[in-house]
Nanobody, 126 residues
Framework: QVQLVESGGGLVQPGGSLRLSCAASGFTLDYYAIGWFRQAPGKEREGVSCINSRAIRQYYVESVKGRFTISRDNAKNTVYLQMNSLKPEDTAVYYC???????????????????WGQGTQVTVSS
């Protein structure tokens, strides 16, 4: 059974850090680009970051540049999102998604992704 499972969310104070993990089972991530998305209450889901299948190209939405880092360990079939200097506006449910692609460029267009995780809550509050 194909599955993506996110973990690592929680409550953190502004300025704090969290590392989200996205573990795949039932398939290998080697040929998949991975995206991280988030949805805040009352807002549409937005793409945050993506990484291509070979981890040589990453993309970040402007609001997280310099604070978030996406990485992957294909041997562990896992992708990570390191989030530093967190702000209250980063509060959202974070989702990872997989898209079968070996292209150099990745995309945060959610409609192009094949598999989705169930999400993990990130709350940034004092």
């Amino acid at each position: 059974q194909v599955q993506l499972v996110e973990s690592g969310g929680g409550l953190v104070q502004p300025g704090g850090s969290l590392r989200l993990s996205c573990a795949a089972s039932g398939f290998t991530l080697d040929y998949y680009a991975i995206g991280w998305f988030r949805q805040a209450p009352g807002k549409e889901r937005e793409g945050v970051s993506c990484i291509n299948s070979r981890a040589i190209r990453q993309y970040y939405v402007e609001s997280v540049k310099g604070r978030f880092t996406i990485s992957r360990d294909n041997a562990k079939n896992t992708v990570y999102l390191q989030m530093n200097s967190l702000k209250p506006e980063d509060t959202a449910v974070y989702y990872c998604a997989a898209k079968r692609s070996t292209d150099y460029y990745c995309s945060v267009s959610e409609f192009s992704y094949d598999y989705w995780g169930q999400g993990t809550q990130v709350t940034v509050s004092s």
